[in-house]
């Protein structure tokens, strides 16, 4: 099969890929194909997109803002809409979390926790290394979010540019013990410097979800032996949980946390890595060995730090959480249908996300079935991207009960299609 653009797509294999949509325009929970075909993003386009796509008070902020400012430099300079994002994140994440650090991608911001945890015990004199993580999880393409992310297919040929993390495995329904005593035990044998967590859900690891109350556990346990909290709420954040953010679940506050995704409503990319005062302060010297030697060139553009405010304006002035557990309470209802269907099996849900494993023969993310659903879905006008057989919906808050209940359908006429082997495109 040739290609003939130029363009390299992400997690994308040329030689397999079928049709590739040209999309022209987006507007709420839809994409429109330069053929007229219209397509529902019921995965709010990598999980991005929170309210809908081209929110008017986002979109105009970020019309306003391009009027005045492009980027500038953030090293030594500073501008209003830094400014007030900044205050405005502090006041809504819990007043332990002082200072707020500009980047602009999620997988930047993980690197930037890991990098102030870091930086922190080195510069507090104490030599803690050992970084842990849990096994399944998902931080992002960059070294250090490979490093810290599950291993395999994906990052296989980068492996000799890891560093070496330890796991604690998955707290599974029933085994939640064994991840806390695998913590516990961690803590004892190691000088760590701090657990990286997905909090509530590990996303790309297969929409995993785990219960508040063993964030609560793991939260404690960092305390006890004094390492710190890492929670990378990248995905997890910005409602789709149920609550702006998911560690609210567990009362839990980290010590550091990622927010980029649904930080500017999913229009433009932008990221920020919120800690505690004592990592600030750690860094905090007239030697300036000790300066947080981090930037990205984009550091807190001004645009897109314009769309993040007017994100929270939307979360402010609109029914968001409304919306999203009326939404919740259409993935609930919908997803009865599949609970006593042997066809399917760990029927689960968690605020806005929703997810259903097919059963197959060959499961695991490269399993032929990913593709075969993807294609199935966008057939229908469906933008589904199964895990390998987790078919999962996470659309935006705009969505309406009857588009979502049509995905429904469409998951429930799934395995019938496949057995016929036809529609794989
Ligand atoms: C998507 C994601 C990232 C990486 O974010 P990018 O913006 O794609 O770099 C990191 N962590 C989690 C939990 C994610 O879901």
Known sequence: MSHASPVWHPFTQHAVQGDTPTIVHSEGAWLQADDGRRIFDAISSWWVVTHGHRHPTIISAIKQQSDQLDQIIFAGFTHPPAEQLAQRLVEITPPEL?????????????????????????????????????????????????????RGVFNAPYDPLLFDVSRLPFPRAGAEQATLDALEQACRNEAVAALIVEPLVLGAGGMLIYPPWVLA???????????????????????????????????????????????????????VTMCRREIFDAHFST??????????????????????????????????????????AVHARALNRFRDDARFSNVRQIGTIAAVDLQVGDSGYLADVGPRLYAYFINRGLLVRPLGNTIYLMPPYCSTAVEIEAVYEAIAAVPEVLARGSDAG
């Open 217 to 271: 556990e793991m939260a404690r346990i960092c305390k006890a032996h004094g390492l710190l909290l890492i929670a990378d709420e990248v995905m997890t954040g910005w409602g789709r949980t149920g609550t702006l953010f998911a560690c609210e679940q567990a009362n839990v506050v980290p010590d550091i946390a990622c927010y980029s995704k649904g930080l500017t409503g999913g229009s433009v990319p932008l990221a």
């Open 287 to 328: 030697d300036r060995r000790k300066t947080f030697f981090h930037s990205s060139s984009y550091t807190a553009n001004p645009i897109a730090c314009a769309a993040a405010l007017a994100n929270l304006q939307v979360w402010a002035s609109e029914p968001v959480r409304q919306r999203i557990d009326d939404l919740a």
């Open 98 to 150: 002082t200072h707020v650090f500009f980047s602009d991608s999620g997988s930047t911001s993980v690197e930037v926790g890991l990098k102030m945890a870091l930086g922190y015990w080195l510069h507090s004199g104490e030599s803690r290394r050992r970084i842990l993580a849990l096994e399944g999880a998902y931080h992002g393409d960059t070294i250090g979010g490979m490093s810290v992310g599950e």
